[in-house]
């Protein structure tokens, strides 16, 4: 049958090997979780439950040991080798000892590649966009070069993981399901809730979690300064503004509104939203009909995929996309999708695209 995933997808499975790394020291009901684990598919919900029940209530201490270090309670996600010194991190999931100065670590989350690689470190390993089949675009000269491995979005194995010998993993809401296995491979520290509006948050989780605290905060102020010269440069006309961000799929148009990446970014810089888009959402989406809701002095629009690019074609041609403010005024601009989300490169990769297309 298929093993486990971190995802949504099954995965090669695990060797002899990897089930060994996990040290069951002798309890029954951890042997019996760890068979039922790799026994059974990701998506049978009631073999998952009962790995999970039986694994953290079955003996109270669940532990690895690697490289001959000793290890620690799984449930704290604690092991690291004795011989390092550690640091204690509070995140969603608890407690964990991490390395001081920790060199080899797993991204997997978009926000945390953002956030590691802005504070000068280069993972071991990290996802890909599963789209391209590449990095994200705005990171790439980041990562040019690099011995990086990359990791399916949503076919990730432990075993490629344990591969690259990580001392530090750093995910997302996408591998809570699978947080205690991760923590037998490295300490793993977890940046809460799905979605980007909060990566001001998570990048200073990041900061601590690295042991660059004072580094992140620099970031956060340097963002804090441009917004600021932006608006200087904007004079009059940033109280004025009202900014439109649009999402065109396939079938749909998308309005991205302030509980959302671009719609934090934007409320930082004191710029204005349509009436549609200025609510504490992460999006809404509406009809032809409605289409006025995207209207604003000015609309960034972001398309994904050969499909979606016709449609943003078709809608460019429609009677009321035309009759649009926005569009009358020649004031509609295509963006990449670092608009969307991610973290402190790609807030600043907006920032100089909201120089160029709103300064004059």
């Not at 690697?66 to 204690?88: D, I, Y």
């Not at 490295?186 to 900061?207: C, E, I």
């Not at 979690?209 to 004072?214: A, F, H, I, M, Y």
């Not at 441009?226 to 940033?238: V, Y």
Request: charged content about 20%; some cysteine; proline content about 6%.
């Amino acid at each position: 049958m298929p093993a486990p995933t971190i995802g949504s997808a099954p995965v090669p499975a695990p060797t002899i090997a990897t089930v060994n790394r996990a040290t069951t020291g002798g309890c029954p009901y951890k042997k019996i979780a760890v068979w039922i684990w790799y026994k059974f598919p990701s998506w049978l919900v009631s073999g998952l439950l009962i790995a999970i029940s039986l694994y953290l209530s079955g003996c109270g201490s669940t532990s690895l040991t690697t490289n001959g270090g000793s290890s620690q309670n799984a449930q704290q996600s604690s092991q690291t080798e004795t011989t390092q010194p550690t640091r204690t991190i509070q995140h969603v999931a608890g407690k964990t000892q991490v390395p001081q100065s920790p060199e080899r670590v797993v991204a997997l989350d978009n926000i945390a590649l953002d956030s590691v690689l802005a504070l000068g470190v280069t993972p071991v390993a990290a996802l890909y966009n599963e789209n391209t089949g590449e990095f994200p675009v705005h990171l790439r000269d980041r990562l040019q070069g690099k011995d990086v491995t990359k990791l399916s979005p949503t076919q990730q194995s432990i075993e490629q993981i344990t591969a690259v010998k990580p001392d530090l993993i750093v995910g997302g809401k996408n591998v809570e399901p699978v947080y205690d296995l991760l923590s037998q491979v490295a300490p793993t520290v977890l940046l809460g809730k799905s979605g980007s509006s909060n990566w001001k948050d998570k990048l200073q989780l990041v900061g601590k979690t690295l042991g660059k605290p004072e580094a992140a905060d620099q970031l956060l102020q340097d963002y804090r300064d441009r917004l600021a010269n932006l608006r200087e440069q904007l004079g009059g006309k940033a109280d004025k503004l009202e900014i439109s961000v649009v999402r065109i799929f396939p079938d749909r148009v998308r309005l991205y509104q302030k509980d959302s990446f671009i719609g934090r970014i934007l409320e930082d810089a004191g710029l204005s939203r349509p009436t549609a888009q200025n609510k504490d959402r992460l999006w809404s989406e509406v009809s032809r009909e409605n289409l006025d809701a995207a209207d604003g002095d000015v609309i960034f629009v972001w398309t994904l995929g050969d499909e979606a690019e016709s449609a943003l074609q078709k809608l460019q041609s429609d009677r009321l996309w035309s009759q649009l403010d926005a569009v009358q005024a020649g004031k509609v601009y295509e963006v990449p999708g670092y608009w969307i989300g991610r973290g402190p490169i790609a807030a600043n990769a907006v920032i100089d695209d909201l120089f160029q297309y709103l300064v004059e």
